[in-house]
């Protein structure tokens, strides 16, 4: 059944934001409750063109034309896929099955009313998919019979990596991904999805299984339109990929979810789910439950091991090791052992606002690793060409220590002043582990600072590529507004200026002022 409900007639102290309606959708085959979702705007206009007069005729035979009934329809006929299920994109969680038609609505309204109900259009904003609009659904794939009532709900995309792989005989016995591996394993195998404190779980593979090193900007911009789809759905979201670009994907997904409000949690495995001293299942477990807390921590993070770690300050460390990931320049957002342990001081606010999502991603651009002796005439070259032919809008150097270069190569300073002209964004980055760039502590970095070099402070490469690849991406920032974005915090990705470590020599005062502030 649907009905509308008339939320500013029941109490008139509601906001602007409270003022919309909402559709009950029940009887769903595969969650036994009640899920509250907003219409969408198609959904909305479709049912103000259907709203007809209620023609009931009084004791003295004048129409009543104060009232309005509002018939909402639901064309089962007109679904272009139903009894089909799709393959990716995910798009919406639901079978068309599963939409009963509805009857009447229960509430009288007004036409000014109604009105005042349609949300604005806005591509960004998380709204309902309604059937005839979209072509894919997820096959839902129930793992066990849970009282939905009580559980929350998660959804697992999984897009291959080592944890679906397994021996591929074809191939010489090197690993390869098997499709339907994981939703038969977390059917029959994982038995702690039975215990009452774990929520309900539906599972999605893609089509095909990628690995990790072939997932790029597309993949990314698909994650996070499935997420979108699917956001009013679900209590959180669980990411099951490859561990060799994790870091960039859940970079990417923190710029892309704006205003996110509920947690998106990365993970997977050093050893393949089929082996029997597997990663995984601790790894896909505690994932689970940290998308499904009652405090959850409502941003893109990657649970590795034992550690939950923000997702945007994120990287790949170990190859042959559990401890795969860690976050060089900020503590971990929790920890787990016998309990879980919280930084509740690193955890960022609450989002205001709807989630919008954004996912276009300019990748214009070249990161340079500086090594002692290069030529930098082969640089030049690249800068020249590359803005000539408008394939380079920013140039990322990974430099020494704080940020410093071979000052003394007045041709290389040059090359990077000519850069600057011409257009291109050069961002510092140091190669050290943990650390800031720091660029008028030394000589050398001054000089690059005269040349229009911005310093990216203490972000990751992960997370400076994808962000000025965010940015970029946006379209309405120029050169100098992205220069000057570099050094705030948007996700949590970057340490306040005034929090970072004084540099080396500093005097008491200076280590004593900083002392105790955090910054997220």
């Keep these: 059944?649907?009905?509308?409900?008339?939320?500013?007639?029941?109490?008139?102290?509601?906001?602007?934001?409270?003022?919309?309606?909402?559709?009950?959708?029940?009887?769903?085959?595969?969650?036994?409750?009640?899920?509250?979702?907003?219409?969408?705007?198609?959904?909305?206009?479709?049912?103000?063109?259907?709203?007809?007069?209620?023609?009931?005729?009084?004791?003295?035979?004048?129409?009543?034309?104060?009232?309005?009934?509002?018939?909402?329809?639901?064309?089962n006929s007109s679904c272009p896929s139903a009894g089909k299920p799709q393959q990716t994109p995910a798009g919406l969680l639901f079978h068309y099955d599963s939409i009963k038609p509805p009857s009447l609505v229960d509430d009288v309204i007004g036409e000014n009313e109604l009105d005042n109900l349609i949300p604005k259009d806005d591509d960004n904003m998380t709204e309902l998919v309604t059937p005839p609009e979209s072509d894919f659904f997820i096959p839902q794939v129930k793992l066990h019979d849970g009282d939905g009532m009580k559980r929350k709900r998660v959804l697992v995309l999984c897009t291959g990596g080592t944890l679906t792989m397994a021996p591929d005989p074809e191939k010489g016995g090197s690993l390869s991904p098997v499709q339907g591996a994981l939703t038969e394993f977390m059917k029959k195998s994982m038995l702690e999805l039975q215990n009452e404190k774990m929520p309900d779980v539906v599972v999605h593979e893609y089509t095909p299984l990628l690995d990790s090193s072939d997932m790029g900007p597309p993949d990314w911009s698909l994650l996070a339109k499935d997420i979108k789809a699917n956001y009013l759905y679900f209590d959180g979201f669980v990411v099951l990929m490859g561990t060799d670009t994790m870091a960039y994907t859940a970079t990417a997904l923190s710029f892309m979810l704006e205003n996110l409000g509920k947690p998106v949690i990365f993970t997977g495995s050093q050893i393949p789910l089929a082996e029997p001293h597997t990663?995984?299942?601790?790894?896909?477990?505690?994932?689970?439950?940290?998308?499904?807390?009652?405090?959850?921590?409502?941003?893109?993070?990657?649970?590795?091991?034992?550690?939950?770690?923000?997702?945007?300050?994120?990287?790949?460390?170990?190859?042959?090791?559990?401890?795969?990931?860690?976050?060089?320049?900020?503590?971990?957002?929790?920890?787990?052992?016998?309990?879980?342990?919280?930084?509740?001081?690193?955890?960022?606010?609450?989002?205001?606002?709807?989630?919008?999502?954004?996912?276009?991603?300019?990748?214009?651009?070249?990161?340079?690793?500086l090594v002692p002796g290069f030529d930098d005439k082969i640089l030049r070259h690249m800068i020249r060409a590359g803005a000539e032919s408008g394939t380079l809008r920013a140039l990322v150097l990974q430099l020494y220590g704080t940020g410093n270069a071979p000052s003394v190569k007045e041709e290389f300073i040059e090359c990077l002043k000519e850069a600057t002209e011409l257009g291109i964004l050069v961002v510092a980055a140091t190669q050290c582990h943990i650390g800031s760039v720091m660029m008028g502590h030394y000589a050398t970095g001054r000089a690059l600072e005269r040349a229009g070099v911005v310093s990216s402070n203490d972000m990751t490469l992960e997370a400076t590529a994808c962000k000025i690849s965010y940015l970029m991406g946006r379209s309405d920032l120029s050169r100098d507004e992205i220069a000057d974005l570099m050094t705030v915090s948007m996700r949590g990705e970057v340490t306040h200026t005034d929090a970072l470590p004084p540099p080396p020599f500093s005097s008491a005062y200076q280590r004593g002022r900083l002392k105790g502030k955090y910054f997220y």
């Design 1 to 75: 059944m649907m009905s509308l409900r008339m939320l500013p007639r029941v109490c008139g102290c509601y906001n602007n934001l409270t003022k919309r309606a909402t559709a009950v959708i029940s009887s769903n085959p595969f969650f036994n409750e009640t899920i509250m979702v907003r219409p969408s705007t198609s959904f909305m206009k479709e049912a103000r063109m259907m709203t007809t007069s209620d023609a009931t005729t009084n004791g003295s035979g004048e129409d009543d034309k104060s009232k309005t009934s509002l018939r909402v329809k639901l064309e």
């Design 279 to 369: 990663d995984a299942r601790q790894n896909l477990i505690m994932a689970l439950i940290f998308a499904a807390r009652d405090a959850p921590i409502s941003e893109v993070t990657i649970f590795f091991h034992d550690k939950l770690i923000r997702g945007c300050r994120s990287t790949k460390v170990n190859t042959g090791e559990l401890h795969a990931f860690d976050s060089p320049n900020l503590l971990p957002l929790a920890t787990t052992g016998i309990s879980i342990k919280e930084n509740e001081h690193l955890i960022l606010p609450p989002a205001r606002g709807v989630l919008r999502v954004h996912t276009r991603m300019d990748t214009r651009l070249l990161t340079i690793r």
